[in-house]
């Protein structure tokens, strides 16, 4: 199955169109007639999709509906589609983390070129969410003491002021670093200063 698309758009016709246009090449499809009804039925990030969104919808925008998700923490890509295009609003959702902005009438190899790039990032998004809630549980895996270890390794300090820091001998500590070492399963300590940077772990950490 190539994957679940969200239509919210106000024209009955066009949302009639495209949803004919999508399942003709296998996509499922679910049309929301504006951003209100899409935010009482939220989608289920869980499944392979990308929202097709109108910029002019009444009610919420667009570009306000965009807002709204990632507020709300989605992480489904959005494909604009707008019938009067403006470098400006484009700009905007772009930054905003919007995959593409077509302009109204769409062909159709434009429109399935955006929604396989949705759905490809959709796909790398969901292998680093995997990855990294992975790390989180590595991470749980240690005790109290070698989690201790940990945050000082990363923050760069040696096993002797690791030692001096925590009341213990630096034999202790290369012992507590090679567990850190074995269970956060890295061979060397880039990798783990790599891994506390992806999970945030060095932000208030000063050396």
């Given amino acids: 199955m190539p994957g679940l698309v969200y239509v919210v758009d106000d024209d009955e ?79 905007r959702a772009i930054k905003a983390g919007a995959e593409d902005f077509l302009t109204k009438p769409v062909s159709s190899e434009q429109l399935i070129d955006a929604i396989q790039r949705a759905l490809a990032r959709w796909e790398a998004s969901r292998g680093q969410q995997s990855k990294l809630e992975s790390l989180r549980v590595l991470l749980t895996s240690l005790t109290p003491r070698e989690r201790q270890v940990f945050d000082l390794i990363v923050r760069g300090k040696i096993n002797k002021q690791i030692a001096y820091e925590l009341g213990t001998t630096e034999r202790t500590v290369k012992a507590h670093r090679h567990q850190v070492m074995e269970k956060m399963k890295v061979p060397s300590f880039a990798e783990l200063v790599s891994i506390a940077e992806r999970l945030g772990l060095r932000d208030s950490k000063k050396t």
């Fill in 13 to 91: 016709s066009f949302r009639r169109a495209i949803e004919r246009r999508l399942k003709l090449v296998g996509y499922e499809v679910v049309a929301y007639a504006s951003a209100q009804d899409l935010l009482d039925d939220l989608p289920d990030a869980e499944e392979p999709g990308c929202i097709l969104l109108d910029v002019q919808i009444p009610g919420l925008s667009g570009p306000e509906l965009q807002a709204r998700l990632v507020e709300l923490g989605s992480v489904l890509p959005i494909v604009f589609l707008t019938g009067h295009a403006d470098t400006a609003t484009t700009v």
